[in-house]
Structure formats: C-alpha cells, structure tokens
T-cell receptor, first 113, second 112 residues
Framework: ETGVTQTPRHLVMGMTNKKSLKCEQHLGHNAMYWYKQSAKKPLELMFVYNFKEQTENNSVPSRFSPECPNSSHLFLHLHTLQPEDSALYLC????????????FGDGTRLSIL | GQQVMQIPQYQHVQEGEDFTTYCNSSTTLSNIQWYKQRPGGHPVFLIQLVKSGEVKKQKRLTFQFGEAKKNSSLHITATQTTDVGTYFCAGGTKAAGNKLTFGGGTRVLVKP
C-alpha cells in the first residue's frame, strides 16, 4: 500500500547525463519532501515544499534541482552527478508541513557510473 | 543544529526475547515519531508522541517519550521474525518549524 508513487524504481546514469525523478501522491496532502538515504548515513532531508512553495533547501548541491508544479507532483532533476550521489532517493508527503506523519514512496535507487 | 542519535545501531535478537532501542535528541522536541523500514522497503509511520512522559502501545510495541522531551524509547516484547527491519525515530522542534530530523536507525535482526 502506498499513496505515494515514485518513478523510476531504479536508475543508472553516467555523470554527464540529465535525468529526472518523479513523485506523485494521491493522499490530498499539501507538503512534499525529498530525502536521500545512503548506506552509512541517516535519512537526509533535501527539500520541502508546502502548497507548491519551496520552504526548505537543506544545503543541497545545485546539481539537484527540485520542481513542484502542483501539490500532488514533485520532481527532482539531476545533472552532472557524482559517484557519491548514488543512493536511495525517497519522496514523502504529509498533510501539512507541521507535525503530521509522513508517507513515503518506495524510492528510486540511483546509481552513478 | 539539531541532532538525533539512536542506539544501538544494530540489534540481534533471539526470537521470543524482548529488546529496547533508544533515541536521544540534542534539543527539546515538540514531537517524536517512529518509523519502520523493512529490508528493501520504505519507511512506514508507526506512531507519534507529543506529551512529556507519554506512553503508547501497539500490540507488542511500547513507545515512550521522556519527561524532558529529549529522548524516547521503543520496547518490543516477544520478538517475531516479522519485526525484522530498521526502526527510525524522528524528532521535530518548534524552532525548526517542526521539520523532522531522523536518527540513524536501529537495524533489528531476529534469530529464529
């Protein structure tokens, strides 16, 4: 069960490629998030959007570019990535940006060659 | 910045035994949430605690929020193989707009 759908599930790309990750939520939530999950680090918050407006950029390198065209969709545009960017990228949503529980998608497993 | 630490990092448990995992924050929290991530899966929300000293139970899982709202614990009784996974705590503070900071997780392995 997941009301948050992420595509693709797996992505292999070279360092010079440009690709995009997509997230869609069917829960009627107003806040959406991008997280990075690496093998040896805690879940790292990357970006937060609330009512389509970016409210948090957690010092993320500019090679990651988020886009939120509406409250149901969130994209993460990737370009000129580094090998250390290989990780599981998780999208989540919550009713609002406050204390509400977050619902996660299955993630995109990204490998940079 | 706010830090959330979890111990232990790994927990090997014999099936049927009890164990506890702990979560400690460097700052006072407005709320704490617990999530479970099965191997190959995504984090799934388990519970939220907001009151000082609050205790909540879900079947064999008991969650507690410390009196000072800076620590929390998850106690599992009679561990089953279905309990395998990584348990994350995540704390929010009013000063940070209740943005959640996740701990490193406790990875639970169950020996049958």
């Amino acid at each position: 069960e997941t009301g948050v759908t992420q595509t693709p599930r797996h992505l292999v790309m070279g360092m010079t490629n440009k690709k995009s990750l997509k997230c869609e939520q069917h829960l009627g939530h107003n806040a959406m998030y991008w997280y990075k999950q690496s093998a040896k680090k805690p879940l790292e918050l990357m970006f937060v959007y609330n009512f389509k407006e970016q409210t948090e950029n957690n010092s993320v390198p500019s090679r990651f570019s988020p886009e939120c065209p509406n409250s149901s969709h969130l994209f993460l545009h990737l370009h000129t990535l580094q090998p250390e960017d290989s990780a599981l990228y998780l999208c989540a949503s919550s009713q609002d940006k406050g204390t509400q529980p977050q619902h996660f998608g299955d993630g995109t497993r990204l490998s940079i060659l | 910045g706010q830090q959330v630490m979890q111990i232990p990092q790994y927990q090997h448990v014999q099936e049927g035994e009890d164990f506890t995992t702990y979560c400690n924050s460097s700052t006072t929290l407005s709320n704490i949430q617990w999530y479970k991530q099965r191997p190959g899966g995504h984090p799934v929300f388990l519970i939220q605690l907001v009151k000082s000293g609050e205790v909540k139970k879900q079947k064999r899982l008991t969650f507690q929020f410390g009196e000072a709202k800076k620590n929390s614990s998850l106690h599992i009784t009679a561990t089953q193989t279905t309990d395998v996974g990584t348990y994350f705590c995540a704390g929010g503070t009013k000063a940070a707009g209740n943005k959640l900071t996740f701990g490193g997780g406790t990875r639970v392995l169950v020996k049958p």
